[in-house]
């Protein structure tokens, strides 16, 4: 540890003295003003024995009562020791002091500090509820709070220089280097070196160029899809959740749908009058449309009894319905949005996310696949998948074992 001693601390110090009263912790102040002044040069000394002089201080004024003085050297101990930063510390002496002097550079540099970082997640909250108008205030402090964790890691722009970006994800998997460093690597600093990892472009392709590395990476990888995974299956079977809350749970996880797709559109609104759920560009640069509907809250059964067999409910139907439509409106637009969006939609295709099979315990769960899957073999550009399918497909690619949750007492 760093034992801080300067002219800040001497000036506080004489305050103390000119309120201490007993004769006894003037000279315990004494001993410490002589320690600082006995630096080589202008250097003020500190170290361990600084330390040892200002408890003892705070001792001898604590058993002569003196217990303003024991405040004051006790933050005399918080500063030395880090606890409390110098421009707090200097507004403090300035407090003490009384001063009816205008605010100090410090101040208003922390005034203007609070204001621009307040403005700044204000209208990151604005922002977001833009983009999810039915979000929850839980929901809006939880996005907050999640940028707030990333702005540790912020980084210089290497395109725009002069401006800084906010790299999502970079808390988590700094935490994750850093537990990795922690359990598995003989690391002297965990922090430092996962944050240095996290915040350097560089090392990033240091690790990426080396097997071991890549191997590292691959691993933080897929922690960060298993963590999404965990959500999304709560939310799948959660019989509150809505279209809303899936959509949310979904998002930036195109991994889950297969890995034929490289990426998630930004636009979502492709076509006038309709807005697709989760836009998916497939590897050849075609569009994949994911349509999404209720999982435990759905309105109607996935599937019903017809002739003597399972076959597909109306909520199916209907969904699927919807799903054609949005392919038929981006084929008649297709040489506009290619033209301004760069997205090649003549061949789109689209996935719809419906049901779970526990809406239907009386019915198998294998007779409810079978149905949709005969529906599947007569479409060629839709695809019914319930999301129970999805998180199990999901959860083989992971190679995770199929266990099913266990339900607490």
């Known amino acids: 540890m760093v034992v801080r001693s300067d002219y800040a601390l001497e000036l506080q110090l004489e305050q103390v003295a000119a309120r201490a009263g007993d004769s006894r912790v003037k000279d315990a102040l004494k001993a410490v003003s002589r320690h600082i002044k006995s630096g080589t ?51 403090r002496y300035e407090l003490f002091q009384r001063s009816t002097r205008p ?35 839980k929901e809006v402090l939880e996005h907050v709070s999640a940028v707030g964790q990333d702005a540790r890691y912020l980084q210089q722009s290497q395109e725009r220089k ?33 944050r240095r990892i996290v915040m350097s472009p560089k090392s990033l392709e240091i690790l990426a160029a080396d097997r071991e590395g890549q191997l590292l990476l691959r691993a933080a990888e897929l922690q960060r899809r298993r963590r999404g995974l965990r959500t999304l ?31 998630q559109a930004i636009q979502r609104r492709l076509v006038p009058g309709d807005e697709v759920d989760i836009p998916l560009i497939r590897g050849d640069g075609v569009l994949h449309v994911v349509e999404l509907k209720r999982s435990m809250s759905l309105h109607g059964p996935l599937v019903k009894r017809h002739r ?51 809406l239907q ?36 690619a992971l190679g995770l074992e199929l266990v099913p949750p266990t339900r607490s007492a």
């Open 308 to 358: 003597g067999a399972w076959a597909p409910g109306a909520e199916v139907h209907d969904a699927v319905s919807q799903a054609v439509n949005y392919l038929v409106g981006l084929d008649e637009h297709r040489h506009r949005i290619r033209k301004e969006l760069n997205i090649e939609t003549r061949r789109a295709s689209a996935v719809v996310l419906i049901g779970h099979p526990a």
């Open 162 to 194: 002069g401006r800084y970006q906010i790299l999502r994800g970079s808390a988590e998997v700094a935490a994750w280097f850093e537990q990795v460093f922690t359990e598995r690597v003989d690391v002297e600093d965990p922090e430092k070196a996962a």
């Open 41 to 91: 040069g202008r250097n003020r000394k500190g170290g361990r024995v600084l330390v040892v002089l200002l408890e003892e201080v705070r001792s001898v004024a604590a058993a002569a009562n003196e217990w303003q003085v024991v405040r004051l050297v006790q933050d005399s101990l918080d500063y030395v020791e880090g606890r409390i930063m110098r421009p707090d510390f200097e507004e």
């Open 103 to 137: 605010l100090s550079s410090h101040q208003d540099y922390a005034a203007r500090t609070l204001s621009s970082t307040l403005k700044f997640f204000s209208q990151l909250g604005r922002d977001y509820l833009v983009e999810h108008p039915e979000a929850t205030s």
């Open 361 to 396: 315990p009386d019915v198998p769960e294998e007779q409810i696949n079978e149905a949709l899957r005969t529906l599947n073999t007569h479409m060629s550009r839709v695809e019914v998948v319930t999301y129970k399918e999805l998180v199990d497909n999901a959860k083989r």
């Open 233 to 263: 299956r709560a939310v799948v079977e959660d019989p509150r959740a809505s279209e809303s809350d899936l959509q949310r749970a979904l998002n930036g996880q195109h991994w889950i749908f297969g890995g034929q797709f490289v990426g």
